[in-house]
């Protein structure tokens, strides 16, 4: 055998190596394009529950300047218009109570009604009187 013939023989065995550590090398790079997908898989994920979290995040706050105008709403209310209707209230109370204070209680009205029914018996009694007396003429 030749010099020719043993280096096409060494680049044959040097090839068929080369083609090996490639092959390894392709199997190494296939595994890490996988790992690569499935970390963009992932990542797709993280990204869809950002947004999910930040739309969440916007309902939120959303919903807190919300609550916040009403509390404002609330408190205005409870400083400017319930003292006013209190006042009314009140106001009114003052009227009925001094109205009150002038109409007669349950005792006077029994002896209002006990004096009513003597004066009709009286007034009876005198109609019949002056009834007899009319004929009597």
Excluded at 112 to 123: F, R
């Amino acid at each position: 055998m030749n010099n020719e013939e043993k280096i096409l023989v060494l680049l044959s065995e040097m090839k068929v190596e080369m083609d090996q550590r490639f092959d390894k090398v392709d199997q190494r790079l296939d595994k890490v394009d996988e790992r690569l997908d499935k970390m963009d898989e992932r990542l797709n994920e993280l990204d869809a529950r950002t947004l999910q979290m930040e739309a969440v995040q916007k309902e939120h706050s959303e919903l807190l300047q919300k609550l916040d105008a009403r509390s404002l709403q609330s408190a205005v209310l409870l400083e400017t218009d319930i003292p006013h209707e209190i006042h009314l209230v009140y106001e009114g109370h003052s009227v009925l109570k001094k109205q009150m204070d002038t109409l007669a209680t349950k005792e006077q009205l029994e002896k209002l009604a006990s004096d009513v029914d003597v004066i009709k018996k009286v007034v009876g009694g005198h109609s019949l009187e002056i009834g007899k007396l009319k004929k009597a003429l």
